[in-house]
């Protein structure tokens, strides 16, 4: 009769250690999905914020760059032009490379950051 009692005991401590394990187990997933989560978060924000930046040199550096050419020339309009032709090449050059060998690239970042955080 003691060593069921006995038995009945040490069955429901390892019954509550298991649950106590379970629920931990939990806890520590949720918080790793949210911290790769939010770093994923992060990431996209910055690399937004970098985008625009990026983008808002190139404009300021193309207008200076028109204006610096069309005052060379002696005419304004043609060094605007010239800078428009000066992105067709570079669009031409881009579309050349091939559009899936960018986005593989892109899709292996994405997976790295991702993975290994």
């Not at 429901?12 to 298991?18: E, F, W």
């Not at 970098?50 to 983008?55: G, K, R, S, T, V």
């Not at 060379?72 to 899936?100: E, H, Q, R």
């Amino acid at each position: 009769m003691e060593q069921e009692t006995d038995l009945s005991a040490k069955v429901g401590n390892l019954l509550s250690k298991a649950v106590l394990y379970a629920t931990q187990t939990k806890d520590v997933l949720i918080l790793d999905a949210t911290e790769k989560a939010s770093r994923v978060i992060a990431d996209i924000i910055s690399s937004i914020l970098i985008f625009i930046l990026i983008h808002l040199v190139v404009i300021f550096a193309s207008i200076g760059l028109g204006w610096y050419i069309g005052q060379c020339i002696d005419n304004l309009p043609m060094g605007f032009l010239f800078v428009g032709l000066i992105y067709l090449i570079l669009l031409a050059t881009a579309l050349a490379i091939n559009k899936s060998v960018i986005q593989a690239t892109l899709i292996n970042i994405s997976i790295k950051k991702l993975i290994h955080g």
